[in-house]
């Protein structure tokens, strides 16, 4: 059964969380950029709770859905709408998802109708998670993975809007990975300009469990993703990838925290993203390693291209060491298209547009190409370029 990932072993119901989350929001406000796991944004908005949907809207099952080879789980508006499948609220055994006090963990405690439950009879075959708004209200979709021992799962989540309708969406992705399991976990943000996604990611990993994530953020006005990846198994290890591009006046926020608990594990991190218009990109990086984390490598990269004058990007790699017996390292860097290419590509034959879509393409193909999962990565491939061209030809970079 599955595991807790709050490390806790007392239960509570269901109904009492809800009650005491629901009173806690009342001392609550919204986070601050004051904050250092918010700092660089503006989060001037009303999340309202109270327009929190009774159900599901009509979902769209476009040709993404339709055409899938495996097994798809869709969540509508919060609400799991595919037959027989469970949420966690509906196991034996307690599955605590909170990781975090602030009010939007706090919310989803309170007004999630539960999380999916994909665990060993789902995960035999590919799993697509699709999760979409249908409307204006504040929705909380989430997905609880449980990969049993021994086990080998692919999992796709892909988060969309079905309208153009403004909303705010708060989901909860959790994952436990067995001892001698592997889990290949891709997520694509693919919201509509106006909506507003503030995304919590806890992964446990056991002995010996391998994982391979990757994200692709195009969507959202602030599309924000906070993961924790806790290496507590020895000789637990992940590769985390990330593609991202924002334009107009989108947020792309990311929030990744390596957590090395166990001995000889190993993470190497790396992410790719350009901006142009007024958008602003984040990344904080942490590498953490306990006093436990002996023999531990872990490596974090970050690399943004400022596309237009008015764009921006934050790029701040950490690291946390309390064990001297590891190897780590992280490097980032935040600037425009390279001048000597260009110049280079153009002695070759090319026009100025085609050497900057070059390198536009080459600057993202490096992560794009590591991306395991060959539909995620040639969506993302063409989206990007896509976006690329058109602010080209529109004389938006």
Not at 181 to 192: C, G, K, V
Request: glycine letters at 10%; aromatic letters at 8%.
């Amino acid at each position: 059964m599955p595991q807790t990932l709050s490390g806790t072993t007392e239960a509570t119901s269901l109904a009492e969380r809800r009650a005491a989350a629901k009173e806690r929001l009342g001392t609550l406000s919204m986070p601050s950029e004051r904050e250092e796991i918010w700092r660089y944004l503006d989060l001037d908005f009303d999340p309202s709770f109270g327009s929190v949907p009774s159900g599901p809207g009509s979902s769209d099952d476009d040709h993404v859905v339709t055409g899938w080879h495996g097994t798809v789980v869709s969540i509508v508006d919060g609400y799991t709408t595919s037959q027989g499948i469970l949420s966690i609220d509906e196991l034996e055994e307690s599955v605590d998802l909170t990781r975090g006090s602030d009010l939007f963990t706090t919310a989803f405690v309170a007004y999630s109708p539960g999380s999916a439950y994909v665990g060993e009879a789902l995960l035999e075959a590919p799993v697509l998670v699709d999760i979409q708004t249908t409307g204006t209200a504040t929705t909380f979709p989430g997905v609880h993975i449980e990969v049993p021992r021994g086990g080998d799962a692919k999992v796709v989540i892909r988060m969309r809007s079905t309208t153009d309708q403004a909303a705010t969406v708060v989901p909860s992705i959790t994952v436990n990975v067995g001892d001698n399991a592997r889990l290949t976990l891709s997520i694509i943000q693919d919201w509509n300009y106006a909506t507003r996604s503030l995304g919590r990611g806890v992964i446990r990993l056991g002995r010996d469990a391998g994982l391979v994530f990757s994200e692709v953020g195009l969507g959202a006005k602030l599309g924000r993703l906070h993961l924790d990846v806790d290496f507590v198994g020895d000789g637990s290890h992940g590769k985390i990838y990330g593609a991202y591009f924002g334009e107009g006046d989108q947020v792309l926020d990311y929030r990744y925290f390596m957590n090395h608990i166990g001995t000889n594990t190993r993470a190497d991190m790396f992410l790719k993203g350009a901006v142009a218009d007024r958008a602003l990109s984040v990344f904080t990086g942490m590498i953490r390693i306990e006093e436990t984390g002996k023999r531990t490598e872990s490596f974090q990269t970050n690399r943004n291209l400022i596309l237009s004058e008015g764009a921006g990007a934050q790029s701040v790699p950490n690291l946390e060491i309390l064990n001297n017996d590891v190897k780590c390292g992280h490097g980032s860097s935040v600037g425009p298209l390279d001048q000597d290419q260009r110049y280079y590509l153009m002695s070759r034959g090319l026009t100025p547009k085609s050497a900057d879509r070059l390198q536009v393409h080459g600057f993202f193909e490096a992560v794009i190409e590591q991306i395991p999962d060959q539909h995620v990565a040639a969506w993302a491939r063409d989206k990007i370029n896509s976006k690329y061209i058109t602010a080209q030809e529109e004389g938006r970079v």
